[in-house]
């Protein structure tokens, strides 16, 4: 049963555009959220985090957006760039301080 | 600087035989995580240690094996009763909002 789906397996945009990923979750108790992005054969990165009390962080060109009530969080990249294309994925902290891994979306970023 | 790091990058094994995947860090962080990743799916934890001497089970522990002797290291042994372990490895260190992962390891058996 998975807790948060990326529905979205992958994503292409074009160089310059918003990229806008997706993710859901089910647990209601969830209160922190994360996103990692990740290049071919290297570990995940941590990217940007939104607590539950926030509806909006906002890092440079990252944006995460949290709607509580849709249990839904997406990340809006503006502008596009190459170095962009990574598979992106959604987790968030359960209450043991685990985190909860979606399948990740792997975002191309056409030129 | 202070880091995780994974060792080796790429490892083969034959089918049948053990081998044991090395995690260190630096960091003094307490908590240390391993992760598989196979394509089209998310990190699935396989071990976790919050302390030293102590390792709980993840989701898939089933054919792994793991110690935590010291805090700077945490490897992880994938036995011949893993059925499917090739696949990509990662390990992390962890506080409470976030996970600093290393490089990986790929592993595949020949």
């Known amino acids: 049963d998975q807790q948060v789906k990326q529905n979205s397996p992958s994503l292409s945009v074009q160089e310059g555009r918003i990229s806008i990923l997706n993710c859901d979750y089910t647990?209601?108790?969830?209160?922190?959220f994360l996103w990692y992005k990740k290049y071919p054969a290297e570990g995940p990165t941590f990217l940007i985090s939104?607590?539950?009390i926030k509806d909006k962080n906002e890092d440079g060109r990252f944006t995460v957006f949290l709607n509580k009530s849709a249990k839904h969080l997406s990340l809006h990249i503006v502008p596009s760039q190459p170095g962009d294309s990574a598979v992106y994925f959604c987790?968030?902290?359960?209450?043991?301080?685990?985190?909860?891994w979606g399948a990740g979306t792997k975002l191309i970023i056409k030129p | 600087d202070g880091g995780i790091t994974q060792s080796p990058k790429y490892l083969f094994r034959k089918e049948g035989q053990n081998v044991t995947l090395s995690c260190e860090q630096n960091?003094?962080?307490?908590?240390m995580y391993w992760y598989r990743q196979d394509p089209g799916q998310g990190l699935r934890l396989i071990y976790y240690?919050?302390?030293?001497?102590?390792?709980q089970k993840g989701d898939i522990a089933e054919g792994y094996s793991v110690s935590r002797e010291k805090k700077e290291s945490f490897p992880l042994t994938v036995t011949s009763a893993q059925k499917n372990p090739t696949a990509f490895y990662l390990c992390a260190t962890g506080l409470n909002y976030g996970y600093t992962f290393g490089s990986g390891t790929r592993l595949t058996v020949v």
């Open positions: 240690s919050q302390i030293v001497n102590d390792f």
């Open positions: 960091l003094n962080h307490d908590a």
């Open positions: 987790a968030a902290l359960d209450s043991n301080y685990q985190l909860i």
């Open positions: 647990n209601s108790m969830f209160d922190y």
């Open positions: 939104i607590s539950s």
